[in-house]
């Protein structure tokens, strides 16, 4: 990314500071279906918002993180639920040039992998594994893949609008 300035500063932080309030509304609003072990994280659609712009990854790890807080996680979920949402944030602005389609793929992969080993680890859940994967995985995809997907063609036809690309 290269370094910002003036105006682009301003837009990338308030861009940024909206999708992190917004995440963390729909994280605390919603959190009887965001937490456990089987999850579907409705916040978890704004994932796709870096195939827009670049101010959506650290809006979704502080939407993530607040979140996360707000919604009583205890801190290794703090951390790394966070930093999975980080990761999968990252990948799909890797990815936005190649297939719209892909946009959720990181997301979707990144807490699939996590949020298993957090709710083991970090809370004692003694599922399987591999269970634990298959629910918080099926979460994800029902969360970023049809919700995320559904909001990705929805703010396709605005791009222009809501998201300048004057952004890095």
Do not use: H
């Not at 992190?20 to 916040?43: H, N």
């Not at 599922?127 to 919700?147: D, F, H, Q, T």
Request: glycine content about 8%.
């Amino acid at each position: 990314m290269k370094e910002l300035k003036g105006n682009n500063k301003v837009l990338f932080i308030a861009q940024a500071a909206m999708i992190a309030a917004i995440y963390v509304v729909l994280t605390v609003v919603f959190a009887p279906l965001s937490f456990g072990e089987v999850q579907v994280r409705f916040a978890e659609a704004l994932t796709v918002l870096p195939f827009f712009t670049p101010a959506a990854i650290p809006g979704l790890f502080l939407g993530c993180l607040i979140g996360n807080i707000y919604g009583g996680a205890i801190l290794p979920d703090i951390i790394f639920g966070s930093l999975a949402t980080l990761v999968g944030a990252i990948i799909t602005y890797k990815l936005r040039n190649k297939n719209k389609f892909l946009a959720p793929v990181g997301p979707i992969a990144a807490n699939t992998i996590v949020v298993p080993l957090v709710l083991r680890y970090a809370y004692g859940i003694t599922l399987p594994i591999w269970m634990m994967c298959l629910s918080v995985g099926a979460g994800e995809v029902i969360s970023c893949g049809l919700l995320g997907m559904i909001l990705l063609s929805a703010l396709e036809k605005y791009k222009n609008v809501l998201f300048k690309k004057n952004v890095a």
